[in-house]
Each structure stands twice: as C-alpha cells, then as structure tokens.
C-alpha cells in the first residue's frame, strides 16, 4: 500500500472514530439528559401568562392587571408577511429542518473554533421554544445538548404549524409584550393584522435582542435590523422589490401605547382585582388570563363620573380660587423643554391639564400646554375667581385677569361644553354609586373625584353620618307601627337633658323655626327634625334598631339614643343605595353585587351571577319577618350550578303598602320639598331624601325610580364643615340631577304600581282626620284600610300642643281617629 493510501486510510479511519466516538457520545448525552426531558403533553395544554381584564357588563375595557402583556392568536389569524418575516429573521429553514439545523450547529461550531466565543448558538425556532418554555437561557453545552434533544422530540409530537403558534406567542419582545399581538398594540397601537410591511419587520426583528433593537431606545439601530428583515425576505422571494424598497425608506412610528381602557371606573376594578386574589390566588389572577365582565354600564358609568367632577368643581368656583399651582421663573429657563418638563410633573388630574400662563391680557389669559400647544381662556372662564378665604367668606371678585395669574404661573385648566376655563384641584371629594334595585346590580361608581390622586374608595369605605336622609328607614318604621302619613306630630322647641350629656341637648330644625303640629308627610318633605326625634321616641329606640335590619343596616352600628333620628349614625353611600332599593323595588331586600361573569383563557364560564331579585310574581318568595340583620357588603353571589336559575327570589322585608306610601312621600319631596331642584328633570316618577349633617359637613340626595337607585355625596375626607348653605339639596343634589337626567333618558316613566291594601280618602290637612264634604281645603291621602280615618275633623286634641320639657309624648294614631 502506497503512503498516500496509507494515510487516506488512516484519515478515514480516524474520521470514522471520531464520527463512532462523537455517535456513542451523543448516545450516552441522550441517555442521561433523556429522563429528564419534560413531557411535550405539557406544550399542547401550554398556559400563557396572560393578564386579567376588566370589562363593563357591555364589554368595554375598563382595566388590565399583570406584568406580561400578552394576547393570544392563533396561527390561522397570523399575517402570512408576519409568519415569513419571522422565518426571513429566525429561521428561514423551519419548514425543512427536523427541528435543528445541521448547518446552523455547523456553522456554530465553525465560529467557536474560530474565535472560541459562543456568540452564534445556531437555535432553530423549535429550539427557542424549547428554551422559552422548559429551559434557561443560560450559555452552557449541557443546556444546548437539552435543548436540541428537547427540540426533536417537540417535532415529532406536534405540527410545525403548532409549534410556530407557541412561539409567536410566547417571545418577549420588549416593554413587557410578549408575542407579536401584544407587540403589535406595545408599538404601533394596532392590531397585528393592521401592521404595515415595515412594522411588521421591526417586530420580526425583536426576537434576537429585544433591549438592543428596540424602537423605542435605539431608533436608528432598530431600523437597521428592521432594514435587514426586509433584505432577507427580499432575498428570499417574500416580497419584491417594489415592496421592499418602499418598506426600507418608510420612517418608524413606534411609540409606547398602553391598554386603551375604554371606560374610567378605577375604583371599581380595584374592588375586582382584590375580589379575584381572595378567589384564585395572586399568581393565578394575574397570569390566567381572566376576563371579567362587571355589571356597570359604560354609558352611565361615563356619565356618572362627569357629573361627580362638574358638581365638585362647582362647589369649588363658589368657594373661590385658592391659588396657582406653581411658578417658573422665565428669566432662569434656557428653552421650552425647561417649562415643558416642569408641567409634566403636574400630572393630569380629573381632565385638568396642567398649563403655563405665557400671556395675560386684560379680560383673558393664553397658557401653553406640555405638548407645546396653546389655548385661550376667555373671561368667563377666570371671572368666578375670587380669592378663598374661608369656607364662608372670600375676596374681592377680580376686574381683570392680572388679578387672577401672572405670567410664568402654573394652573390648571379644564375644557367644557362652554370653552376653556381655569380650574384647580378640589379639596372636597365626593361619591356616586347606582345600582338596579331589581337584583342589586351596580350600574355605575365613583369612589372619589380621581384615582390616581386618591385610592381611598368612599362608595364603599367611607362611613358618614347621612343626616336627614336616614330619616325615610325611621318613617316607614312608623308606618308598621301604625303611624300613617296623616299622623300629626308636634313640632316644636324640646330640651333633653340627660345625665351623659355635657350639656342640654336642644335639637333644632334647619331653619331654626317651628311649626307646630304637623303631619308626618309634611314633615319628611320638609326635613322636620324636631318632628323625627318625636317619631323616633314614640315607636321605640330598640324596636327602630331592630326594624333597620329590614334594608341590610347592622344594628351594631346604630347609636342607641334620640340622634339616630337625625341621620347621626354613620353608613357608607354603599349601605344607603341598598337600603333605598328595598322603597324602590316595593319591598324586597337584595345585595349589591359588581362581578356578573368571569371568562376564563379559553373563553369557558368560570362564574356565572345568580343575584336575589326582587319578584312580584313569585309566590315562593320569602315573606316578611325573614329579615336578618346581616350588614351590607359587595361580593360574587354564589356560583351558578348547572341549569340553575337566573335569579332567584330576594326576601321581602317591608309590605308592599308600606313601600308604596314611603315612596309617594319622597316623591312630595322632590315635587315640593328640600329636593325640588330635581323638578327640572320632568318626571313624575323619581323620589328621594336630601341629607345635611351637623354644620354641613356631609351633604347628600338619596333618590330613585322603579328601574335605577342612586346616591351622591360630597364632604371633606376629614370631616370639616362645607360652608353656610352647603346643603344636600344644594351640594350633592346637583350630582343626582346631572346623572339621572342622563340615566333616564329614553326611559318610560313607570310609577310603583298601587298594591291592593290602600285607600284613599279625602282629609282635613290640619288634623288628619276625614274632610266634610263642604270643607274646601280638604286634601287626598292614602292609608292602609284597616288605619284610615273613620271620623270627620274636630278640633286638634290638647296633647298636640306639646310642651317645651321634652316630657310631651307624640300623638299615637288612636288620638286621631
């Protein structure tokens, strides 16, 4: 054998060594990595972390909550320029290769030798998702020899198709987007079905770095690797050239887009999101994809919101201005970017934008916004600017706009139906909650004028004092007892004085007059303290107590003397709108509740609601008497088992009648009492009770129709007075307005049906009693049949005239009859 035979025999002979070698090493590697391969079982029941949503019971988003965004599509939904711009920047052989390219590892190994540097890994789609998913991404042997085995056997258990899907869906692509969905909204606020050739290119080219090409820190070296994609498919025939030309010479639009939540109702996602980790666990409520579907409607939700912030920015303007912001000194800032960077730390509150004054003329100012543009403000909108002084006093109205601002001053300005107008953050807050007195639903909720600024939930945290607006729970207390809304009952000057007191406790009415014997109609429309307290004292403390459980109160909470006749004990707006829809549903106690279903990743039902409704229809229904005394609270109603009810059937609390006298007496409030501003709706159907605390620190209107409960608040976090004349009718009435004109809009008046048990006669409004037929004054009232008057009038019974030691007993119904 000649030497060159002799050593192309060896060669080959060591060649086959090493290759038999290399063979039993890769089968020995196989052999020990092998058992602990995960299951490929597990990739086809694969769950992406996907972040919870929040919706309105009509779908509009309204939150997201996890750390990955992250929206799943299926490979049938994938553009076809997405799927090979992917493949152009990745792995142009994926539909080839078993699941590892040969030449890739070669050429891997090439560039180790070479340079001894293990830059290149020569990672096949397949591979990543073998890493993303069950491996680290750390740069060791043993954990590419994991990788490739773990990669063949991906291959043979599913369909490249599939595995693509895993893999557009589970790469992190930069500012928290994992998978080109989310990637696609992160960057260019689209779909990814509405990416232009260039973006999608600039996604496809995130995979390899996602922090070293991204668009948003390094827009000149993302739109290289964006331009090298585009080559790529150029080269491999995806697109031509035409297309590539114009895709390379577009200029990037990528900027940073969040969620677009539809709805603002923060507040109430926070109740949400604390209700779904109580219910799965935090790394399940984040992570499982959750949608849960809320039982406010967007469209009162909006409006509720608006009317929150117009009736607390109006308390504000007449209270007076109480000073800019801030100031910068013009002399000191070396460009715009200076005064533009100091207004972005005022962040926008409530839609007040914060704003530099740059002019100020005679009768108006211009201000400069951050973004560089600038707005007019006319005279009427700086002129209610009168300086603050006190909650009762302020300065002298201005004449001209230097009295208001000086150039160089920080403010705030807010747009309206009317034009710009200078505002300022307010110092009071407030709260609106609506709910269907039906099955308690909660329609809408605002927990305070912004979230941002204040977390502190008052619909549902804030326990308050409400006043007079307590007093309708006390009346119809009454009523059980025998009163009808014809009892009289004195109204006039009492004194308690009673050991545990500091002093003589000498309640007064608002206006601080008295008028005498009164009927109890007249009295609730007109806030009658003095006659509340008699009431109260008549029909018993305990017996009072005891009867609030009716409409969800604890009776724990309830103070045990004569002030809870006027609202003294202290409830959330929460409990109140509970307590209101027992008068507005006719006498059935439901629960409030704000989670209507929850959706899980794969679009199954997780929770169906299966609220308590009132029904006047179900003879089943639980009767009176069944009340207990469990306190108001929002939570999920129980599962729905399979092929359970929709609903099932709320307890009555109160009679029919009862309800229905109640609610014909709120509606005298509103048609000629404490409420009638609301008379500007033009509804024969609404009812209520305005509520003003001691010096006007809480103020508050409580009404309703037959279809919607709402109630509205306004006060100081820390309790202080709100200012003379601050009442409910005049601070939180205008709130309940502005929202149920919007509410109840379109909607049929439809009054409380009339229950069989009532009568109505005509009376003698000073006694009480039956009118003679040639009596003129004479009125219509109405009675439970077996209460009504069975006499005509006489002259009023001497213990009518009270006395003035607070020994006067009210007069019971017997006494007028």
């Known amino acids: 054998?000649?030497?060159?035979?002799?050593?192309?025999?060896?060669?080959?002979?060591?060649?086959?060594?090493?290759?038999?070698?290399?063979?039993?090493?890769?089968?020995?590697?196989?052999?020990?990595?092998?058992?602990?391969?995960?299951?490929?079982?597990?990739?086809?029941?694969?769950?992406?972390?996907?972040?919870?949503?929040?919706?309105?019971?009509?779908?509009?988003?309204?939150?997201?909550?996890?750390?990955?965004?992250?929206?799943?599509?299926?490979?049938?939904?994938?553009?076809?320029?997405?799927?090979?711009?992917?493949?152009?920047?990745?792995?142009?052989?994926?539909?080839?290769?078993?699941?590892?390219?040969?030449?890739?590892?070669?050429?891997?190994?090439?560039?180790?030798?070479?340079?001894?540097?293990?830059?290149?890994?020569?990672?096949?789609?397949?591979?990543?998702?073998?890493?993303?998913?069950?491996?680290?991404?750390?740069?060791?042997?043993?954990?590419?020899?994991?990788?490739?085995?773990?990669?063949?056997?991906?291959?043979?258990?599913?369909?490249?198709?599939?595995?693509?899907?895993?893999?557009?869906?589970?790469?992190?692509?930069?500012?928290?987007?994992?998978?080109?969905?989310?990637?696609?909204?992160?960057?260019?606020?689209?779909?990814?079905?509405?990416?232009?050739?260039?973006?999608?290119?600039?996604?496809?080219?995130?995979?390899?770095?996602?922090?070293?090409?991204?668009?948003?820190?390094?827009?000149?070296?993302?739109?290289?690797?964006?331009?090298?994609?585009?080559?790529?498919?150029?080269?491999?025939?995806?697109?031509?050239?035409?297309?590539?030309?114009?895709?390379?010479?577009?200029?990037?639009?990528?900027?940073?887009?969040?969620?677009?939540?539809?709805?603002?109702?923060?507040?109430?996602?926070?109740?949400?999101?604390?209700?779904?980790?109580?219910?799965?666990?935090?790394?399940?409520?984040?992570?499982?994809?959750?949608?849960?579907?809320?039982?406010?409607?967007?469209?009162?939700?909006?409006?509720?919101?608006?009317?929150?912030?117009?009736?607390?920015?109006?308390?504000?303007?007449?209270?007076?201005?109480?000073?800019?912001?801030?100031?910068?000194?013009?002399?000191?800032?070396?460009?715009?970017?200076?005064?533009?960077?100091?207004?972005?730390?005022?962040?926008?509150?409530?839609?007040?934008?914060?704003?530099?004054?740059?002019?100020?003329?005679?009768?108006?100012?211009?201000?400069?916004?951050?973004?560089?543009?600038?707005?007019?403000?006319?005279?009427?909108?700086?002129?209610?600017?009168?300086?603050?002084?006190?909650?009762?006093?302020?300065?002298?109205?201005?004449?001209?706009?230097?009295?208001?601002?000086?150039?160089?001053?920080?403010?705030?300005?807010?747009?309206t139906a009317d034009g710009w107008q200078l505002a300022q953050l307010p110092a009071v807050q407030g709260a609106l909650i609506a709910l269907d007195p039906s099955d308690g639903a909660i329609t809408a909720l605002v927990g305070g004028f912004d979230f941002q600024r204040s977390k502190f939930n008052r619909v549902t945290q804030a326990l308050r004092q409400p006043g007079s607006s307590f007093k309708p729970f006390l009346y119809s207390a009454a009523l059980e007892k025998g009163f009808t809304p014809a009892t009289l009952i004195n109204d006039a000057p009492v004194v308690f004085d009673d050991p545990g007191l500091e002093s003589a406790w000498r309640p007064e009415n608002y206006t601080g007059e008295f008028f005498g014997p009164t009927r109890l109609r007249i009295a609730l429309i007109n806030s009658r303290n003095l006659v509340s307290i008699r009431l109260l004292r008549s029909i018993g403390i305990d017996y009072s107590v005891n009867y609030l459980t009716r409409f969800g109160f604890n009776p724990g909470d309830m103070p045990r003397n004569l002030s809870l006749a006027l609202g003294s004990a202290s409830v959330t707006p929460l409990q109140r709108a509970a307590g209101y829809a027992v008068f507005a549903n006719g006498g059935y106690r439901v629960a409030p509740y704000f989670i209507d279903h929850i959706v899980g990743a794969n679009e199954e039902v997780l929770f169906q609601a299966v609220p308590e409704r009132a029904c006047l229809e179900c003879e089943d229904a639980p009767q009176d008497g069944d009340a207990t005394s469990e306190a108001v609270s929002v939570s999920l109603p129980s599962d729905a088992p399979a092929a359970a009810p929709e609903f099932e059937p709320a307890r009555r609390t109160i009679s029919a009648q009862n309800a229905y006298l109640m609610t014909s007496m709120m509606r005298d409030v509103i048609q000629s009492g404490t409420a009638v501003r609301a008379k500007q709706l033009g509804r024969g159907d609404i009812a209520g009770k305005t509520g003003t605390t001691n010096d006007q620190r809480d103020a508050w209107f409580a009404g309703f129709t037959s279809g919607i409960v709402a109630i509205s608040w306004v006060g100081f976090d820390k309790p202080q007075a709100l200012g003379n004349g601050e009442t409910g009718g005049r601070a939180a009435l205008p709130m309940w307005i502005s929202f149920m004109r919007d509410a109840l809009r379109g909607v049929p008046e439809h009054p409380l049906d009339r229950p069989p048990g009532l009568v109505t006669v005509r009376i003698d409004p000073a006694t009480g009693l039956l009118a003679k037929s040639s009596q003129s004054n004479g009125i219509f009232e109405t009675f439970f049949a077996d209460n009504a008057p069975r006499q005509y009038a006489g002259p009023i019974p001497p213990s009518a005239a009270g006395d003035e030691t607070g020994t006067t007993q009210p007069l019971a119904p017997e006494q007028l009859f």
């Open 1 to 415: 054998m000649t030497f060159p035979r002799k050593l192309l025999f060896a060669s080959l002979l060591g060649l086959g060594g090493t290759a038999l070698l290399g063979a039993i090493g890769v089968s020995v590697s196989y052999l020990t990595i092998a058992p602990d391969l995960p299951p490929i079982d597990a990739l086809k029941d694969i769950r992406l972390q996907v972040p919870m949503r929040i919706y309105t019971r009509d779908g509009r988003l309204i939150a997201e909550f996890g750390e990955q965004k992250r929206t799943p599509i299926h490979f049938k939904e994938t553009p076809d320029l997405m799927v090979k711009a992917i493949l152009a920047a990745e792995d142009d052989r994926f539909f080839e290769h078993p699941g590892v390219d040969y030449q890739g590892i070669l050429r891997a190994a090439f560039n180790l030798a070479r340079t001894g540097e293990k830059s290149q890994g020569g990672s096949t789609i397949t591979m990543q998702v073998a890493r993303n998913f069950f491996l680290t991404s750390e740069k060791t042997y043993l954990r590419k020899l994991s990788e490739i085995f773990l990669a063949l056997k991906i291959e043979k258990e599913l369909s490249k198709e599939e595995i693509l899907e895993l893999y557009l869906n589970k790469i992190y692509l930069g500012n928290r987007a994992y998978g080109v969905a989310a990637a696609a909204y992160a960057y260019y606020g689209v779909g990814v079905s509405d990416l232009s050739l260039a973006q999608i290119a600039m996604i496809a080219g995130l995979p390899k770095a996602p922090s070293r090409y991204n668009p948003l820190a390094d827009p000149e070296r993302a739109v290289a690797r964006r331009n090298y994609v585009l080559r790529r498919m150029h080269e491999l025939r995806y697109i031509d050239k035409a297309n590539f030309q114009q895709a390379t010479q577009s200029a990037d639009d990528a900027k940073l887009h969040s969620a677009s939540m539809e709805v603002e109702a923060n507040h109430l996602a926070e109740m949400v999101r604390a209700a779904m980790i109580e219910r799965y666990g935090e790394q399940a409520a984040y992570t499982a994809g959750l949608k849960i579907y809320t039982t406010l409607d967007s469209r009162l939700q909006q409006t509720s919101t608006g009317a929150l912030r117009s009736a607390l920015h109006a308390y504000d303007r007449r209270h007076g201005f109480r000073g800019v912001e801030g100031r910068i000194d013009a002399s000191r800032q070396t460009g715009d970017s200076d005064w533009a960077d100091e207004l972005r730390r005022h962040n926008e509150v409530g839609g007040m934008k914060p704003a530099l004054v740059s002019r100020v003329k005679d009768q108006g100012i211009t201000v400069k916004l951050a973004d560089g543009n600038s707005v007019e403000i006319a005279w009427d909108g700086l002129s209610w600017a009168q300086p603050y002084i006190s909650e009762n006093r302020r300065g002298v109205a201005p004449s001209t706009a230097a009295d208001v601002v000086r150039t160089g001053d920080i403010v705030r300005i807010v747009a």
